[in-house]
């Protein structure tokens, strides 16, 4: 009687071993990648075990975390005879495949997971498959395409009288993963605070909360001037920020020179006047970083570096944004070299401006590479501007339908940046037009009615003479 369960087990491990050798068995996996650069050649392997008669191998593209897959590869036994249709059920014989996926470019849009299913026919029946798969994530990896160091806030005017702070923005575009982004200046890395908010636009100085640290100050008990060179600079000249945006370098024109309309005057004032609040120390630097996703799975980083500005020393100290990436095999840079302007270039259309001429006076470009990009102010020396205001804020100040009595008067443009500002005058020299008899420009420049009437007659007798 005892016998009877001992049997019954040993009949039932039987069965159990002979329904595993009908069935057979499979192994699937995929061997794994590290992370790729875009536009690299890429092989996806995988790689399968069997004692069974091969069915079907099918590569998947998984999307939408999981809820599409898009089949890129299918392979059928059915239509293939490289497989043997011969079975043996009296021998297991472990055979190993491996199947390839070859993408010749990877982009940014393949990556994400990847599965290889495989299926073999069950050896009790072939109605049945066995199904068994593997799986991988295609890490793919894209170095930044672009850098760029811009100045916050610009254009901004000079201050004499109180500190400001001073923010350069490094740009990083079309990188994946986020890239690490660090500044230095004059090729030596700079040891920032970090910060997690931006500080506020009237809040001052910044402060370092550590320990120690150098901080620039003001003294507003002792502040100390000097006047200017200039004798023109008695007057108040004030400004509003510029609101078209320059190129980052304006460099004067070889080919075009000054022309006859103005006469040069060869008085350039750099105001350069700076209070005993501006020390010589070494300044305290802040550092931010923001990221933002963009739709084609890269990220824009942007690493914002601010400091209370001396333009004693900061005035052509080098700044240099660097970027490292495992995709990169050396770091990408951009620089700038923070310079107050000088020299402007002045040029004057027409080159020999009349009565009722529109008059444009532009800056063209200084005699040094300035940044941050300027702001420009034009006065009318003694007087107001012709269209009655006290001042123009832009690079090209117009003047339209110019009176006889311009001539002689001089105008003023004011270049300014955090860094520094400069003076420039020019002088306006009109000459009569003989189409304009004296005395019909009224007030502001305009015909009057006797000169109205006077073209109409010169009008009239021309049309009636070539009648």
């Known amino acids: 009687m005892r016998t009877a369960p001992n049997l019954r087990r040993c009949v039932c491990l039987l069965l159990a071993?002979?329904?595993?050798?009908?069935?057979?068995?499979?192994?699937?996996?995929?061997?794994?990648?590290?992370?790729?650069?875009?536009?690299?050649?890429?092989?996806?392997?995988?790689n399968f075990k069997t004692d069974g008669r091969m069915r079907e191998i099918v590569w998947y593209r998984v999307t939408d975390g999981g809820t599409i897959k898009q089949k890129i590869f299918t392979f059928d036994a059915m239509f293939?005879?490289?497989?043997?249709?011969?079975?043996?059920?009296?021998?297991?014989e472990d055979l190993v495949y491996q199947s390839t996926v070859r993408l010749p470019e990877v982009r940014i849009s393949d990556n994400g997971p990847y599965e290889c299913h495989v299926g073999i026919y069950d050896r009790a029946t072939r109605e049945k498959v066995v199904?068994?798969?593997?799986?991988i994530f295609l890490n793919v990896m894209a170095p930044p395409t672009s850098i760029e160091v811009v100045a916050a806030d610009t254009p901004a005017p000079f201050s004499r009288y109180q500190a400001q702070n001073f923010t350069l923005v490094c740009i990083v575009s079309g990188g994946k993963p986020a890239p690490m982004v660090y500044f230095k200046r004059d090729g030596e890395p700079i040891d920032a605070v970090p910060l997690s908010e931006p500080p506020a636009a009237s809040s001052g100085p910044l402060q370092d909360s550590r320990p120690f640290g150098s901080l620039l100050h003001r003294d507003l008990d002792?502040?100390?001037?000097?006047?200017?060179?200039?004798?023109?600079?008695?007057?108040?000249?004030?400004?509003?920020?510029?609101?078209?945006?320059?190129?980052?370098?304006?460099?004067?024109?070889?080919?075009?020179?000054?022309?006859?309309t103005t006469e040069n005057i060869p008085e350039t004032v750099v105001s350069r006047e700076f209070p005993r609040w501006v020390h010589s120390a070494e300044p305290t630097y802040f550092l931010r970083h923001s990221r933002t996703p963009s739709s084609d799975g890269t990220v824009e980083v942007r690493a914002l570096l601010t400091w209370t500005l001396n333009p004693q020393i900061d005035n052509e100290a080098l700044f240099s944004c660097e970027v490292k990436h495992p995709a990169l095999s050396m770091p990408m840079q951009a620089e700038v070299t923070l310079v107050a302007p000088k020299g402007p270039k002045?040029?004057?259309?027409?080159?020999?401006?009349?009565?009722?001429?529109?008059?444009r006076i532009l800056v063209h470009g200084f005699q040094n590479e300035v940044f941050p990009e300027p702001m420009f102010t034009w006065t009318r020396v003694g007087s107001r501007l012709l269209?009655?205001?006290?001042?123009?804020?832009?690079?090209?100040?117009?003047?339209?339908?110019?009176?006889?009595?311009?001539?002689?008067?001089?105008?003023?443009?004011t270049a300014q940046n955090p860094l520094g500002s400069t003076d420039t005058h020019t002088r306006l020299i009109v000459f009569e037009n003989p189409n304009i008899p004296r005395g019909t420009e009224d007030s502001n420049g305009s015909i009057g009615p006797t000169g109205a009437r006077l073209t109409l007659v010169l009008a009239l007798t021309v049309i009636l003479e070539l009648t």
Do not use: W
């Not at 001037?225 to 024109?253: C, F, I, V």
């Not at 002045?346 to 008059?359: E, L, N, W």
């Open 222 to 260: 002792d502040t100390k001037m000097q006047k200017s060179l200039s004798l023109l600079d008695a007057e108040n000249r004030g400004g509003r920020p510029y609101t078209e945006r320059p190129s980052r370098g304006l460099t004067p024109d070889p080919n075009i020179l000054l022309q006859p």
């Open 346 to 359: 002045i040029v004057m259309t027409p080159s020999r401006a009349r009565v009722g001429d529109t008059v």
């Open 387 to 413: 269209d009655g205001s006290a001042e123009f804020d832009g690079k090209e100040l117009v003047l339209e339908r110019v009176p006889a009595e311009l001539n002689g008067s001089m105008y003023r443009c």
């Open 80 to 92: 293939s005879t490289n497989y043997s249709h011969m079975e043996n059920y009296r021998k297991r």
């Open 131 to 135: 199904l068994a798969s593997g799986n």
């Open 17 to 46: 071993a002979i329904l595993d050798l009908a069935r057979g068995y499979l192994t699937v996996n995929i061997e794994p990648l590290p992370p790729v650069v875009a536009g690299d050649a890429v092989t996806l392997k995988c």
